[in-house]
């Protein structure tokens, strides 16, 4: 019988992210998914921080309502290159302009997360991570094939680090999650103080 960790208190991911689901699996985490389905509209003047810990909060909040107990997490992240927030592409030619931006060039990905016992909201945990990343140059033909593979729809900054944009990254600072979509160590850091 294998022992669970006691910081390990099932949870309800508020996402329908199936790299956070993928991340929380691979450490044994026990979890379910429920879409919090909110605005995710940047308010005017909020910065990168102060936005993707709202989101994250907001994502936990929306679910919990719908809840009677269980511990909720909520998370957000963007990729910020030369001072502008990339979320998800709105289509191929944003993708195509996102990748252009990043070619080449250190770029930051932020993940807010936020985790509140149903009942307790206002106790909410939030924080965030940062964590480095920087693109070999990419030309226009392997921009065109990499829109082709249809993996950056859907992915803050229009790329998946864990998959076929991996030939594009030459260097990263800090925590490998964080680029996926959930800083897992800051999670359970969080999990051992609710």
Do not use: C
């Not at 998914?33 to 994250?56: K, P």
């Not at 009677?68 to 998370?75: E, S």
């Not at 030619?93 to 080449?104: C, I, V, Y």
């Amino acid at each position: 019988m294998t022992q669970r960790n006691q910081y390990q208190e099932k949870l309800v991911l508020a996402s329908s992210s199936p790299r956070r689901a993928e991340i929380l699996s691979a450490v044994g985490w026990r979890h379910e998914a429920m879409t919090a389905g909110i605005d995710e509209s940047r308010t005017e003047g909020e910065d990168v921080v102060a936005y993707v810990q709202r989101l994250a909060r907001a994502k936990a909040a929306a679910v919990a309502a719908r809840l009677d107990r269980g511990l909720v997490l909520g998370a957000d992240t963007v990729v910020v290159v030369e001072g502008e927030i990339l979320g998800q592409p709105r289509d191929d030619e944003d993708a195509r302009r996102m990748l252009k931006l990043l070619s080449g060039k250190w770029h930051e990905v932020v993940t807010g997360v936020a985790l509140l016992r149903v009942g307790h909201e206002a106790e909410a945990l939030v924080d965030h991570e940062r964590t480095r990343v920087r693109f070999a140059e990419i030309s226009r033909d392997e921009i065109d094939w990499y829109l082709g593979t249809g993996e950056p729809k859907g992915k803050a900054g229009a790329y998946a680090v864990q998959g076929r944009a991996a030939l594009f990254i030459e260097e990263i600072e800090g925590d490998y999650f964080n680029i996926v979509g959930l800083p897992i160590r800051l999670v359970y850091e969080l999990a051992r103080r609710v």
